[in-house]
């Protein structure tokens, strides 16, 4: 029988010891379980890693900080599978798996014993990978404030109306005005820059935002960056974000199936993947790393 490690974040969102229990009941039919618990941030990297030197598969259950961390762990050779048990989960969710994570640990569990596997890339930025999202300037600042509001005793981050409040007090206090702040190499000035790995670029509910357009996680990255967003210009940008084609308008630098982004700023800003805050920078680079993950899906 095949070895799996199954790495619970005990703090997501939608995981209690309930949810534990029976996705270990659904994965132990059909493989060997092994579960580890996080016990703070980046160790889900370290258990990833070992993982990947001592079993078979490497499930995660969490949210998508978990797995973030995760795939920075992973070896890239050992297939790894990711189950729903954040607020959003949105890479097991772009890549189709169930939304329920016991069903999700049943079809992962017949993935592995199938030995059924996506050869997937994944993004890089400043030598930390990314499975779905980056973003340099507004997203970033959003996340960073969303961060500020801290979690409840549970564990729980800011449900989506918080996310959507945040957006819209960004926005009045800018004045709905976002001027250049940055250079794209070879594309010219932008105001901010959003990176996809996968498509789509995040779910408000059961919405999915496809704000980059059609990226493919088998390809390249793709990304928007605005030039400047202005109060009469806002109204157009929004729309065509909300239905995934902002880079057909003409004020904004885009790309898809891209290798490498290097986007210098005037002065520090802040940069995220897949929702975690990565602190300030002056310069961000941000790159493909193609066929480097077996998905179990």
Do not use: W
Request: aromatic share 4%.
């Amino acid at each position: 029988m095949k070895r799996a490690t199954l790495i619970v974040n005990p703090y997501s969102s939608a995981v209690d010891s309930r949810c534990v229990a029976e996705v270990e009941e659904a994965l132990a039919a059909r493989v060997e379980v092994a579960t580890e618990l996080t016990r703070g941030r980046g160790h889900a990297t370290e258990l990833a890693a070992l993982a990947s030197e001592t079993s078979d598969a490497v499930v995660v259950l969490g949210g998508d900080g978990t797995y973030n961390e995760a795939i920075n762990g992973a070896d890239g050779a050992v297939p790894i599978g990711f189950l729903p048990g954040g607020g959003t989960s949105v890479l097991p969710r772009a890549l189709g798996v169930p939304r329920n994570a016991v069903a999700a640990a049943r079809a992962v569990g017949d993935a592995i014993v199938g030995d059924r596997a996506r050869c997937i890339s994944v993004g890089r930025v400043n030598g930390r990978r990314f499975g779905f999202s980056a973003s340099l300037g507004l997203d970033a600042e959003v996340v960073r404030r969303i961060d500020a509001r801290g979690r409840t005793d549970a564990g729980r981050r800011p449900g989506d109306l918080a996310f959507a409040a945040t957006v819209v007090r960004l926005f009045a206090q800018s004045r709905l005005r976002f001027d250049p702040v940055l250079e794209i190499e070879g594309a010219g000035r932008a105001a901010f820059v959003m990176v996809a790995n996968g498509s789509p670029y995040t779910f408000a509910g059961p919405l999915p935002l496809q704000i980059v357009g059609a990226v493919r996680f088998e390809d390249g990255l793709g990304y928007v960056a605005p030039v400047a967003v202005t109060p009469t210009r806002l109204p157009r940008l929004a729309l065509r974000a909300l239905r995934g084609r902002l880079g057909d308008d003409a004020h904004v630098h885009a790309a898809t199936d891209v290798d490498r982004i290097v986007a210098r700023c005037d002065r520090p800003l802040p940069l995220q993947v897949d929702g975690e805050d990565l602190g300030d920078v002056e310069e961000a680079v941000f790159e493909a790393e193609r066929d480097a993950l077996a998905v179990l899906v």
